[in-house]
């Protein structure tokens, strides 16, 4: 029996993928991301022990609520690939099951997604968290190529991805910057949207509550004028972008 470590589980709608979503929050993230809304399932050894058939009975409990409005379960963290194996029965089972399924990740360990468990996904939420390899490397602490290689792989083998982008005053509000992430994702057949993600503070709390301190406190969140003008470059190199 497959073993993991989760954080918590939510619904949500409209923000993890389509429709109503059971989303459950994977333990253990290798990036620190300095907006990170979710420090506290930055470890694998603060979150909770579980079994894939203990998700899944959890998960049947709103089999109906998700697929009567049209959504399905989402893995997001922390960073779900960080647990291949757990992740990719979860996934498997969902499948099974007759849920639609969506893997929420930076792609930073997208190596250690199998075609299998690639197989069994029927959305990627990418996060590119920035196109320029000096600032992703002091934004998140990681380095940009595995996401890029992540995304031109899931192309090559036919997934639908969505890619997230949030929108850092100061940090990836450069245009020109924007500009070539665009035509980058503009090249990727399976790649069907781009969501501008405004910066926000609202995990500032948690950071109080972890005494750890909050990178980017002090950092302004963007007015809906830039978050505009961001999504229309996207739009001006063919991508949909909300």
């Given amino acids: 029996?497959?073993?993991?470590?989760?954080?918590?589980?939510?619904?949500?709608?409209?923000?993890?993928?389509?429709?109503?979503?059971?989303?459950?929050?994977?333990?253990?993230?290798?990036?620190?991301?300095?907006?990170?809304?979710?420090?506290?399932?930055?470890?694998?050894?603060?979150?909770?022990?579980?079994?894939?058939?203990?998700?899944?009975?959890?998960?049947?409990?709103?089999?109906?609520?998700?697929?009567?409005?049209?959504?399905?379960?989402?893995?997001?963290?922390?960073?779900?690939?960080?647990q291949p194996a757990f992740t990719g029965e979860i996934l498997r089972c969902c499948k099974e099951a007759g849920l639609?399924?969506?893997?929420?990740?930076?792609?930073?360990?997208?190596?250690?997604?199998?075609?299998?468990?690639?197989?069994?996904?029927?959305?990627?939420?990418?996060?590119?968290?920035?196109?320029?390899?000096?600032?992703?490397?002091?934004?998140?602490?990681?380095?940009?190529?595995?996401?890029?290689?992540f995304a031109t792989r899931l192309d090559q083998l036919g997934v639908r991805m969505w890619i997230r982008y949030v929108l850092v005053p100061g940090w990836t509000d450069d245009l020109p910057r924007v500009d070539a992430l665009a035509r980058f994702v503009a090249g990727l057949g399976t790649a069907e949207r781009v969501d501008v993600l405004p910066f926000h503070k609202l995990g500032a709390a948690k950071y109080d509550a972890l005494g750890i301190p909050f990178p980017l406190r002090d950092n302004p969140v963007p007015d809906s004028d830039l978050t505009e003008k961001v999504r229309a470059r996207f739009r001006e190199h063919g991508v949909a972008a909300y």
Avoid at 40 to 61: C, F, L, Q, S, Y
Avoid at 104 to 133: C, H, P
């Fill in 1 to 82: 029996m497959t073993r993991g470590r989760i954080h918590s589980w939510d619904l949500s709608t409209g923000v993890d993928g389509p429709g109503t979503r059971f989303v459950l929050f994977v333990s253990g993230c290798p990036l620190r991301c300095l907006y990170c809304a979710n420090p506290d399932t930055w470890h694998m050894r603060d979150g909770k022990e579980t079994t894939v058939d203990e998700v899944m009975a959890e998960i049947e409990k709103y089999r109906a609520f998700i697929t009567t409005a049209g959504g399905g379960v989402t893995l997001t963290g922390g960073e779900p690939l960080l």
């Fill in 100 to 149: 639609h399924t969506a893997l929420d990740t930076s792609g930073f360990l997208g190596a250690r997604a199998t075609d299998e468990l690639l197989a069994d996904t029927d959305l990627v939420l990418l996060d590119i968290k920035s196109f320029d390899v000096p600032t992703y490397r002091a934004l998140t602490g990681g380095e940009l190529a595995p996401t890029l290689n």
